[in-house]
């Protein structure tokens, strides 16, 4: 099992809720056993689709650009330096108006599943 990844090295797929995301560390590839760590980028004028985890917790911190945060009832910008926590079942998504690229770093615990990914709207396109 790898105990260090370097950014460059990690592939990015597109989660369920839309976003392009790197696993930089993850339980089922490298060494660490409860969580993972991921950096998420939202492009300008793009969102991610509303969507909750009944088991997972997610910390959101935000690396550069800008968004809106929708976080249960409440919507709120998040830009450089912003962290987020969200708590298990709670319903968010992000909006970047732009003009630059919103790049996160997600930590989830336990380590994020598609399978722990309730969208809660039908995806557009």
Not at 21 to 47: C, D, W, Y
Not at 67 to 87: C, E, H, K, Q, Y
Request: with cysteine.
């Amino acid at each position: 099992m790898a105990w260090l990844t370097h950014h460059g090295e990690v592939v990015p797929y597109v989660t369920r809720d839309g976003s392009t995301i790197r696993e930089l560390m993850h339980p089922k590839f490298h060494g660490n056993r409860a969580q993972s760590l991921a950096e998420a980028e939202v492009t300008a004028g793009a969102s991610t689709i509303l969507h909750r985890h009944q088991r997972t917790e997610e910390l959101y911190h935000v690396l550069s650009g800008r968004a809106v945060m929708t976080l249960g009832d409440r919507r709120f910008p998040i830009g450089p330096g912003d962290t987020v926590a969200i708590s298990p079942g709670t319903p968010h998504a992000l909006h970047n108006p732009g003009p630059d690229p919103l790049r996160i770093l997600c930590c989830c615990a336990p380590a994020y599943d598609h399978a722990d990914t309730e969208l809660l709207v039908e995806p557009t396109s």
